[in-house]
Nanobody, 120 residues
Framework: QVQLVESGGGLVQPGGSLRLSCVASGSIFSINAMGWYRQAPGKQRELVATVTSGGSTVYAASVKGRFTISRDFAKNTVYLQMNSLKPEDTAAFYC??????????????WGQGTQVTVSS
């Protein structure tokens, strides 16, 4: 079993910054990719950004140029630096990980979520 623990959410004013962190622990042979998704009230969960073990990244169009995803897979950790935050970024942010077990099978895991609120 694998656990993902997010941290770094909170309340910030428009134009401000936050840095989210997510640490994976448990039965991890290797990490194929980690990323962040978000879900605002009344909306579907959406991709924010992902990063693979090779360093390839994907960003939602709405966050390009403002958010930066980075990883330290030696520490089973992914980060999301969020700058120039807007009220529409308000959401619960969820960490996601695609992890390969020692058996060779891949599994998809989710964290519990951390709330980001952008408001004056």
């Amino acid at each position: 079993q694998v656990q993902l623990v997010e941290s770094g959410g909170g309340l910030v004013q428009p134009g401000g910054s936050l840095r989210l962190s997510c640490v994976a622990s448990g039965s991890i042979f290797s990490i194929n990719a980690m990323g962040w998704y978000r879900q605002a009230p009344g909306k579907q969960r959406e991709l924010v950004a992902t990063v693979t073990s090779g360093g390839s990244t994907v960003y939602a169009a709405s966050v390009k140029g403002r958010f930066t995803i980075s990883r330290d897979f030696a520490k089973n950790t992914v980060y999301l630096q969020m700058n120039s935050l807007k009220p529409e970024d308000t959401a619960a942010f969820y960490c996601n990980a695609v992890i390969r077990a020692i058996t060779g099978r891949q599994y998809n895991y989710w964290g519990q979520g951390t709330q980001v609120t952008v408001s004056s």
